[in-house]
């Protein structure tokens, strides 16, 4: 006679998560959550989801990566997928890119970059001979080192004294915390055109090589290793496939829908609240941008180690410029990443650092038309243009006004590209789109403009970053760059693994497989098909 109640009473009976923003992290951490049994609803203020791994398209038939536009170690999200009953291979289709990225010296060599270590060192011998004898060392070292730092990428960090665990004060010489990502790559590369090719990256976490910790050379490495991927149809392919797995778990994905903040009962929080109406929920997962949604979210006397005033103070990565370009024709002679690295790099960086504009510019070309025709019309190219600038509350202090100067800079980006070979670009072009840090304050909610969130120092890593429980009160979890480990896709993924896991464990779900994460493999994994 109660059989037919049993389904609707052991739905009735699963804890209840809403999810706020459907980007990386919080699409992660949405499938995850609802292959343990959860009753998920993913809030997204925009119409689609991806957040800035998002897909932008045209009328034309354009389509441009808004953020982010190759990926790294799919391993992770892969792992994510497995455990969520899917196949991120079977999914998306993932083309490993050989050269890489082409770096661009100013007025001085080119290096085609890539993961076949012989034709590498080939690379840098052109550039300096001596050095192409570091970079197998290099190489041997950072798995050691990747090895070393997997507890911290893996783990939460719930007060200082996890740092203080014995594995990872063993650690500490391996590395290097009082060096500079520069510095440390000095002990393999004397050319400092050389160390470029392994430091750039660290303007992923937003951050200048000679002030970012040692410890992210691995950042390099996991690309030199382990490939760098490009999903057919844009990185947003990448975010498609998850709200489609997610929803096949049963996640509730509503588009268009802001949540005001988050209900509470004391200090414990009960719901959401969107359009005027409460939403009942157990636990809130948290993927908005950190520094524009917690003030907004929680009210300032609940944040206790993180009140507005240490969010206004906190420090904050650089932001970047944008040009997003249709154009007719083809460009046969350009790689799919180009980045040209200003011929003074040093005050090219000292001057965003500074809040300073920077008047000769380093800047990252990408043309996925070179891998991927779906990205342009037929007889046509997207180009995506990024260039390093100051965020918006940097920008500021110094008076700098994006409103009146965007114009000024677009033309100085277009000047600069001539040093691509892109000398009649600017008649070519049939679609135009400007992302300023302004825009990217106030029109896709990132906090002070700062598009790879806090900065990633010393005193805002690991425990001393927001933390995947938040801190304070009950029943409220981060994912996405602004909390630990930090920002990147695969380092978003494996945080949005680490709050799953906390908040399963927290309302009895079942455990979140955690994978091996970080674990070294054989670097000749890939997904491309």
């Known amino acids: 006679m109660n059989a037919p109640l049993a389904a609707p009473a052991l739905q009735a009976s699963r804890p209840r998560i809403a999810v706020i923003g459907a980007g990386p992290g919080g699409l992660a951490a949405a499938m995850l959550l609802a292959a343990q049994g959860a009753r998920v609803t993913l809030h997204e203020k925009d119409e689609v989801v991806g957040g800035r791994t998002r897909t932008l398209t045209t009328d034309e038939g354009y389509r441009f990566d808004l953020g982010p536009t190759f990926f790294l170690y799919p391993r992770i999200l892969s792992e994510i997928f497995s455990s969520c009953g899917a196949s991120l291979e079977e999914e998306v289709a993932l083309k490993r890119l050989d050269p890489q990225y082409r770096l ?22 052109r550039l300096n001979p001596a050095d192409a004898a570091g970079l197998r060392p290099f190489f041997e070292e950072n798995r050691r080192k990747l090895e070393a730092f997997r507890p911290v990428l893996e783990n939460a960090f719930a007060s200082p004294t996890r740092f203080l665990s014995p594995g990872l004060l063993k650690s500490l010489p391996l590395m290097r915390p009082h060096q500079t990502v520069d510095q440390d790559l000095a002990r393999y590369f004397k050319d ?46 990448v975010s498609e496939a998850m709200a489609r797995v997610a929803e096949r778990l049963g996640v509730d994905i509503r588009l268009g829908s802001e949540i005001e903040r988050i209900a509470f009962d004391g200090r414990k929080a009960t719901g959401v609240e969107v359009g005027g109406n409460r939403h009942a929920a157990d636990a809130v997962v948290v993927n908005a941008d950190f520094a524009h949604a917690m003030p907004r979210l929680i009210p300032d006397a609940l944040r206790r180690r993180w009140p507005d005033r240490r969010i206004a103070k906190a420090r904050y990565s650089c932001s970047t410029f944008m040009l997003y370009l249709g154009v007719e024709g083809s460009f046969p002679e350009l790689a799919h990443h180009t980045i040209l690295l200003a011929e003074d790099y040093r005050r090219n960086i000292a001057q965003i650092e500074a809040g300073e504009i920077p008047d ?40 700098f006004d994006w409103e009146a100067e965007a114009p000024r800079y677009r033309r100085l980006a277009l000047d600069r590209l001539k040093l691509l070979g892109l000398t009649d670009l600017e008649s070519r072009i049939r679609y135009e789109r400007m992302v300023t840090p302004r825009e990217w304050r106030d029109e896709y909610a990132v906090g002070f403009g700062a598009t790879f969130n806090l900065s990633h120092d010393l005193g805002q890593m690991l425990c001393f970053r927001p933390r995947n429980r938040f801190d304070g009160v009950e029943g409220v979890y ?11 896709l695969p380092v978003i993924y494996e945080g949005a693994r680490i709050s799953a896991g906390l908040l399963a464990r927290d309302l009895g779900l079942g455990a979140v497989p955690q994978g091996t994460g970080f674990a070294e493999i054989a670097p000749s994994y890939q997904t491309a098909r």
């Open 104 to 125: 661009v010296f100013e007025g001085s060599e080119t290096i085609e970059a890539t993961s076949d270590v012989a034709r590498m060192e080939a690379e840098i011998a």
């Open 192 to 237: 400092p055109r050389v160390r470029l090719a392994f430091s750039f990256q660290t303007k992923y976490l937003g951050m200048s090589p000679f002030r970012c910790p040692s410890l992210f050379t691995i950042l390099s490495f996991l690309e030199y290793e382990h490939g760098v991927f490009h999903p057919v149809g844009g990185c947003g392919a």
């Open 478 to 488: 981060l994912v996405g760059g602004g909390t630990h480990p930090g920002s990147g």
């Open 360 to 399: 000769v510019p380093s800047l990252y070309l990408h043309h996925p038309g070179a891998t991927d025709a779906s990205m342009a019309p037929p007889g046509h190219t997207s180009l995506y243009l990024l260039v390093p600038v100051p965020n918006m509350r940097d920008a500021e202090e110094h008076g």
